[in-house]
């Protein structure tokens, strides 16, 4: 190249557009439970790099459908100490109704020894009384004794088809309900009949008094599914009173709410699940034609506060859901939401009948509709002033209200 001019040395300056706002994730904290299945606290934030920085942006301008869970599982170790209990002693009556009690005692899961009760005093225990039937006395013989838990029961309520539905709310529960549950009413065909096919009116019902017994064994059904739900003040409690599991042929219980999820078949009488929140779907799945268990469950009030104040939970076949309102002054970082739960035989649909959240290029006040299908965890975004219908795979939704 020697006879060709050789041009100057220099730099060329290159101005590429920034990269898109990103989710950064920071490592989760520390996990909620010292022991057994917890949950760590891990920051989500929105930032873009700039001039080789870090810049953080508000969370509007990072994809909403992508943001990371705030929460994620952990487990540290599993727990040392648990409840153990003896078997339970013979029925208190030789005919009638009784009770049978048993002892309990705390177990150390390294020696599996009995250890000082202090050590399983954060642990919730299951019941040590319960009720039993020996068979009619005999001056009764002839007469349908009432018997205990054992008797098949019916649902406490039963969802009617939306059409036939009429509007009122339920007075247990206090909270909104445009088409409440009714109470399940009793087949034609006398006494019998009803105790044969109370079987057919477990699987798929929503149950919402605030304590009950629920038979599934002997249900047709491979797969039986059942729901509890109570107001959000609550949580909910189920101790399995019997179980007929076979777990070597591979049937099971599976436990799922909004805070947590427990499967089991060994042992299942030792054991009592805490929902954590308000709802608890429990479902069975059996192999041998009888098989199942009886689960008795209770409320109460929660212990930690797992929802803000303008949430809200909605039961029934059908009601209509108003954004919550929040003045420009009071506007913070808590997302009101609605949660909706039906009868795991049923579905949810929800149509916008009017939406006005602003132009949909303004990202000063950003307005959007989120809402989730809880049994698949898939989120749809829906923002500016466009009217849509949602349908969801399972039996409860979410929907938030962003600004």
């Not at 899961?109 to 009720?131: E, M, Y």
């Not at 179980?243 to 099971?252: K, R, T, W």
């Not at 192999?287 to 929802?307: E, F, M, W």
Request: hydrophobic residues 35%; aromatic residues 6%; proline residues 8%.
């Amino acid at each position: 190249c020697q006879p060709v001019p050789k041009p100057e040395s220099r730099v060329k300056v290159c101005d590429l557009n920034p990269c898109p706002p990103r989710w950064k994730v920071t490592p989760a904290g520390p996990c909620s439970s010292s022991c057994g299945l917890g949950l760590a606290v891990q920051l989500v934030t929105c930032v873009q790099t700039l001039h080789g920085q870090e810049v953080l942006q508000e969370e509007h301008l990072c994809p909403v459908a992508e943001k990371p869970l705030t929460s994620v599982p952990c487990v540290i170790r599993t727990c040392s100490y648990e409840w153990s209990f003896s078997e339970w002693s013979e029925c208190s009556a030789s005919c009638g109704n009784g009770i049978q009690t048993r002892q309990d005692f705390c177990l150390s899961s390294l020696t599996h020894k009995p250890v000082n009760p202090l050590f399983c005093r954060h642990f919730p225990k299951a019941i040590v009384v319960r009720g039993c039937s020996a068979g009619p006395c005999p001056e009764q013989e002839g007469t349908q004794s009432p018997g205990a838990e054992l008797q098949p029961v019916t649902p406490a309520t039963h969802l009617p088809t939306a059409a036939a539905a009429p509007e009122h709310g339920h007075k247990d529960l206090d909270v909104p309900l445009s088409a409440g549950p009714w109470e399940q009413t009793k087949p034609s065909g006398g006494e019998e009949d009803t105790a044969k096919r109370s079987f057919l009116y477990v699987c798929g019902n929503l149950f919402l008094n605030a304590t009950g017994i629920i038979n599934m064994t002997g249900v047709e059904s491979r797969d039986c599914t059942v729901a509890i739900g109570r107001p959000l003040r609550e949580e909910i409690s189920v101790t399995i009173l019997e179980s007929s599991l076979n777990c070597s042929a591979g049937e099971v219980l599976l436990f799922f709410g909004r805070m947590m999820w427990r499967t089991g078949c060994r042992k299942l009488p030792l054991s009592l699940i805490n929902s954590r929140t308000n709802t608890l779907i429990v479902k069975q799945r059996v192999v041998l034609p009888g098989n199942g268990v009886i689960l008795q469950y209770n409320s109460r009030t929660a212990t930690k506060k797992y929802y803000q104040d303008c949430d809200q939970q909605l039961f029934g076949p059908q009601g209509e859901i108003v954004n919550p309102v929040q003045l420009p002054a009071e506007r913070q970082e808590v997302v009101c939401r609605t949660f909706i739960t039906v009868a795991p035989r049923q579905r949810i649909s929800i149509r916008a009948l009017n939406t006005d959240l602003g132009p949909e290029g303004n990202h000063t006040h950003f307005n959007y509709i989120l809402v989730r299908d809880v049994s698949t965890m898939k989120t749809v975004v829906f923002h500016g002033k466009q009217q849509f219908l949602w349908q969801s795979t399972g039996s409860q939704a979410e929907i938030e209200f962003h600004e």
